[in-house]
C-alpha cells in the first residue's frame, strides 16, 4: 500500500492519497482544489488516479473532487446518506453505510457517521496483503485529534434552522460507534489544529482509536448526554461568512478551475477607478509595512496561512477583487483564494510603489505601544474594542472593553464612536490590521490601533477582567 498524507496548512485540512502499488491504481480522499499535487503524487508512483472519495459536503473549503475526477476519469464516490436536502446534484456513485469499496487490493467500508452533517461518511481502510482486519480510519469532520467536529455551523454558517441540536444528537450516537472501535485503529482525520470545524483540535495529524478513548474530551461524557451537548455546543469559534458560500458550491454543479489563476497587471488608473466604484483592493504586506504607508481605501489583509479565512470574511462571490502583491507571491496567493471559490479576480498592482511613482499619495495608520495604548485607555470617554472572538474575549479582557468581533466590524460600525479616543486590538495584531484598515476605509480614521494586543499586555503583566 502506498499512503500520503496531504495538509494545507493555510486551512489546516488534510486530503490523502492511497494507492494499491500492485494494481498501479489510487484513490483520494477529501481532496483540496488545486489538485496538481495529487496528479504530481500519482506520476512520481507510477499510479493512476482511478477513485475520489468524500466524507461529508465540506464548508470550510471548495472541494476539487470535480476538477480531479475531470483530469483523470476517476469515480467520484459521495455520501448517499442523511435524507432529503443532503443529495449531490451532480453525477456520483452514491455511498450508504456498509458498503465496500475495492481499490485494487485495499478495500474501503463506509461508515455513516453524521452529527457534524447529517450525511457526514468515514472510511475503514483494509489493506488485505497485510492484514484482514481494518488498519486506518479516515473520519473527515467526524473525529478529530482531542476533539470532534461540531454540529453547529449548519445553523450559524449556512442558516440552516433547528440543525443545531439534531446535529449535537447525531453526534453523541456517531461516539458510541467510535468507540467500540478497535483500539488500534489509526485514525485520520480531515483537520488540525487551527481549523474552525471544531475549538480544540491537536496539532499532531493522526492519532488511535485508543488513544481518543482516553484523550478526547468528547469519550469522556459516558452516558452523560446532556453534559456532552452542553459542552459540544458551548464556546465555538465564529463560522467564517464564506462556509455558507461552500456549502452551496460543494452541493451543486458548478464551473470546474483545473488550473491556477494568474491575475493580470493592472495600472494605477485601473486601482483609482476600482477604489472610486467599491471594488476591494486587498493588500497582503506584513501589517508593519501598510501601517507605515497604504494606498487610501485599501484593506490589509496579509500573505499568511490566515489569508484565505480573512479573505473569505470580507471578499463576496458576486463581485471582483484586486490584489495588492508581487508577481513572486501570485501563485501562492491564488491557490489560497482558488481553495475557497474566490476566482473572480480582476488583476493585481505590484506595489505601492507605482501608486507613488505616479503622484499618488499613502496614507499612515495610528498605531500605539503598550504605554501610550494604557494613557489613551486612561482618558475620559475612550471606548476601548476588543476584536477577538467571543470566547477569546470571555477568557480574559482589558477593562472597559467592548467585544466586536473583527469579522462582523463593518455590520456593526454603528456600535464605534464616530468621533474622540476609540482604540482597538485583539490578540497579536494580525485582525486589529484588517480592522484598522476597514475602518479608515470607512471614514473612521480617528482609530487607534494598540497592535501589540493582549499578547503584549498580558507578556507585561498588566490585569485582565474575566467573564
Not at 316 to 343: F, S, V
Not at 436 to 454: A, M, Q
Amino acid at each position: 500500500m502506498f499512503f500520503q498524507h496531504i495538509y494545507d496548512k493555510t486551512l489546516a485540512q488534510a486530503s490523502y492519497f492511497i494507492g494499491c502499488q500492485k494494481a498501479g491504481v489510487a484513490a483520494v480522499i477529501d481532496p483540496k482544489r488545486d489538485v496538481d499535487t495529487y496528479l504530481q503524487v500519482a506520476k512520481a508512483n507510477n499510479m493512476k488516479i482511478t477513485h475520489v472519495f468524500e466524507t461529508h459536503i465540506h464548508a470550510d473549503f471548495l472541494s476539487g473532487a470535480r476538477e480531479l475526477a475531470a483530469l483523470t476519469g476517476a469515480e467520484m464516490y459521495l455520501s448517499a446518506e442523511g435524507g432529503e436536502g443532503w443529495e449531490y446534484e451532480f453525477p456520483h456513485t452514491g455511498l450508504k453505510d456498509g458498503d465496500k469499496v475495492q481499490v485494487g487490493n485495499l478495500t474501503f467500508e463506509v461508515l455513516h457517521t453524521p452529527g457534524h452533517t447529517p450525511e457526514s461518511i468515514s472510511f475503514l481502510l483494509t489493506d488485505n496483503p497485510a492484514s484482514k482486519e481494518p488498519v486506518m480510519f479516515f473520519t473527515g469532520d467526524f473525529v478529530f485529534v482531542g476533539d470532534i467536529g461540531r454540529p453547529d455551523l449548519l445553523e450559524k454558517a449556512a442558516g440552516v434552522v433547528g440543525t443545531m441540536d439534531a446535529g449535537a444528537k447525531q453526534m453523541y450516537k456517531s461516539i458510541q460507534r467510535f468507540a467500540s472501535l478497535p483500539d488500534h485503529l489509526q485514525v485520520w482525520p480531515g483537520h488540525g489544529a487551527g481549523s474552525a470545524c471544531g475549538k480544540a483540535l491537536g496539532a499532531v495529524p493522526s492519532t488511535t482509536v485508543g488513544y481518543e478513548k482516553i484523550r478526547n474530551w468528547a469519550l469522556q461524557y459516558g452516558s452523560d448526554q446532556a453534559g456532552f451537548t452542553k459542552f459540544l455546543l458551548e464556546d465555538q469559534p465564529e463560522p467564517p461568512r464564506y462556509f455558507a458560500m461552500m456549502k452551496k458550491l460543494n452541493k451543486v454543479d458548478r464551473p470546474l478551475l483545473t488550473e491556477v489563476p494568474k491575475p493580470k497587471k493592472l495600472s494605477v488608473v485601473d486601482i483609482k477607478d476600482a477604489i472610486a466604484n467599491g471594488i476591494p483592493v486587498i493588500d497582503v504586506r506584513l501589517k508593519q509595512d501598510f501601517a507605515a504607508g497604504f494606498i487610501p481605501g485599501t484593506i490589509n489583509i496579509q500573505g499568511n496561512n490566515s489569508f484565505a479565512t480573512w479573505a473569505g470574511w470580507f471578499l463576496t462571490y458576486d463581485e471582483p477583487y484586486i490584489l495588492i502583491a508581487p508577481e513572486a507571491q501570485h501563485d501562492d496567493l491564488m491557490r489560497k483564494l482558488m481553495r475557497i471559490g474566490l476566482d473572480q479576480v480582476m488583476g493585481y498592482l505590484p506595489s505601492v510603489d507605482e501608486w507613488v511613482a505616479e503622484g499618488g499619495s499613502l496614507q499612515t495608520a495610528k498605531v500605539v505601544n503598550r504605554e501610550e495604548a494604557k494613557k489613551v485607555m486612561a482618558e475620559e470617554g475612550t471606548q476601548i474594542i476588543d476584536l477577538r472572538g467571543a470566547s477569546e474575549y470571555k477568557a480574559g479582557h482589558i477593562a472597559g472593553a467592548d467585544n466586536i468581533f473583527v469579522g462582523n466590524i463593518i455590520k456593526q460600525l454603528d456600535q464605534v464612536k464616530k468621533e474622540g479616543n476609540v482604540i482597538i486590538h485583539c490578540q497579536g495584531g494580525d485582525r486589529a490590521s484588517i480592522a484598522h484598515s476597514l475602518l479608515y476605509k470607512h471614514g473612521l480614521n480617528h482609530v487607534i490601533n494598540y497592535s501589540g494586543g493582549i499578547n503584549d499586555w498580558t507578556a507585561n503583566s498588566e490585569p485582565l477582567i474575566y467573564a
